[in-house]
């Protein structure tokens, strides 16, 4: 029954999302190889557009991403995250951040999609895009045969916006680029500029680091 509950939640949730942003899934082609699909976070309800633009087949191997100290808080985020989307929780305030590369190395392993956000949390300030934690490197060291695919997400801030409870109908974009891959005896500040203007390139005014 509760698995069933979930599914209708679900269902609902995507149905009322792409309703009101206008959001539909993308014909994406099928995909075998680990893929990390990294956005730019503005809005709480950013994995959602991530999700509901995936193919119904690739959303069932996919886990977003999130912080425990938010998705864990009341009895409704907790169900939504664990039931609904299957979200991999991690403590951002861990002593041992290596351990939140690990889980999700080990979700690849697995043969799990991701939907990560490299900023590290919500991007409230003027800058496009703020510059990436080094997550998102250490996980490609982790994993070099794991393909990142950038996600550009426009206008959601304006739909969901922070502090806010019910949705505003609003259309929303978003774009979805080509992958990248860790090049052999790539350094991090490298790989991190290279992902991080595939993620520009998709954004209406393009911007240059």
């Known amino acids: 029954m509760k698995m069933l509950i979930a599914?209708?939640?679900?269902?609902?949730?995507?149905?009322?999302t792409a309703f009101?942003?206008?959001?539909?899934?993308?014909?994406?082609?099928?995909?075998?190889?680990p893929t990390v699909y990294y956005a730019n976070h503005n809005s709480h309800g950013d994995f959602i557009l991530v999700w509901i633009s995936l193919p119904q087949e690739q959303r069932m191997q996919t886990r977003?991403?999130?912080g425990?100290?938010?998705?864990?808080?009341?009895?409704?985020?907790?169900?939504?995250?664990?039931?609904?989307?299957?979200?991999?929780?991690?403590e951002r305030n861990s002593d041992d951040p290596k351990k939140a590369i690990e889980c999700m190395a080990e979700q690849l392993e697995q043969g799990k999609h991701l939907i990560i956000f490299p900023e590290g949390t919500r991007n409230l300030s003027e800058e496009r895009l703020q510059p990436f934690k080094s997550g998102l490197y250490h996980l490609a060291c982790q994993r070099p045969d794991t393909q990142f695919?950038?996600?550009?997400?426009?206008?959601?801030?304006?739909v969901l916006p922070k502090g806010a409870f019910l949705p505003v109908p609003l259309m929303?974009?978003?774009?979805?680029?080509?992958?990248?891959?860790?090049a052999e005896q790539e350094?991090?500040?490298?790989?991190?500029?290279?992902?991080r203007?595939?993620?520009?390139?998709?954004?209406?005014?393009k911007e240059t680091l």
């Open 149 to 158: 695919v950038p996600v550009w997400i426009e206008n959601m801030n304006h």
């Open 64 to 66: 977003p991403v999130a």
């Open 20 to 33: 009101i942003t206008g959001v539909r899934p993308q014909n994406l082609p099928e995909n075998s190889q």
């Open 7 to 16: 599914k209708l939640i679900d269902h609902l949730i995507c149905f009322f």
């Open 197 to 205: 203007q595939a993620l520009l390139d998709l954004a209406p005014n």
């Open 172 to 182: 929303c974009q978003v774009k979805i680029g080509e992958p990248v891959c860790l």
């Open 68 to 90: 425990a100290d938010y998705w864990n808080k009341g009895k409704l985020r907790p169900f939504i995250a664990n039931s609904v989307f299957n979200v991999l929780l991690i």
């Open 187 to 195: 350094g991090k500040e490298a790989f991190l500029a290279r992902t």
